[in-house]
């Protein structure tokens, strides 16, 4: 039988003496609770808040004001119709703060006020910029602002 080498022999002696040693009258560390598949689909189907709003569910309701004490400044111009079809788009021509401008990409929502209606067509609309008040700040008298037109509605503050 071959001896330890001297510097296991304390290690090994530690160990030993560990393990033979009598449990303590402290209680046992709590085990990890260990989350049920069950409990995840709960906490899943439950309402979601998220900090600083105000503990709203994000499933709930939300009644947000749409704004109001709206003022605009009005453009008076012509809409061309660049698309039609799924998502019909013109460009507004008309003056901005003294230039002319044909701000494109902007989209269609009253197609009705183009006879007819293809791409071509134009007619009399009007490029509202919000001035005072809590509202959509780019609209069109026919649709919505495209990018190009909220560039000028940022310019023209």
């Known amino acids: 039988m071959r001896s330890l080498p001297r510097l ?3 290690s090994v002696l530690a160990l030993a003496a560990a ?7 402290s209680p ?3 085990a990890p609770e260990v989350a049920k598949v069950g409990d995840a689909q709960r906490a899943l189907a439950a309402p979601q808040t998220v900090p600083g709003d105000a503990g709203l569910a994000l499933d709930a309701p939300q009644n947000v004001p749409g704004g109001g004490g709206c003022t605009y400044t009005e453009i008076k111009g012509r809409c061309q119709l660049t698309a039609v079809g799924d998502y019909p788009a ?3 021509i008309g003056t ?4 002319a401008v044909e701000l494109a990409g902007n989209t269609v929502d009253d197609t009705a006020a183009f006879k007819p209606f293809r791409v071509g067509t134009s007619a009399a609309c009007t490029l509202k ?4 008040g809590t509202c959509t700040p780019c609209l069109t008298s026919v649709g ?11 310019a023209h503050k």
């Open 8 to 10: 296991l022999v304390p």
């Open 19 to 25: 393990c033979s040693s009598k449990p303590s009258n």
């Open 28 to 30: 046992a560390p709590a």
């Open 90 to 92: 013109m460009t507004f």
């Open 96 to 99: 901005v703060d003294g230039k």
């Open 129 to 132: 910029f919000e001035t005072q």
């Open 144 to 154: 919505s602002c495209g990018q190009a037109a909220w560039g000028a509605q940022s």
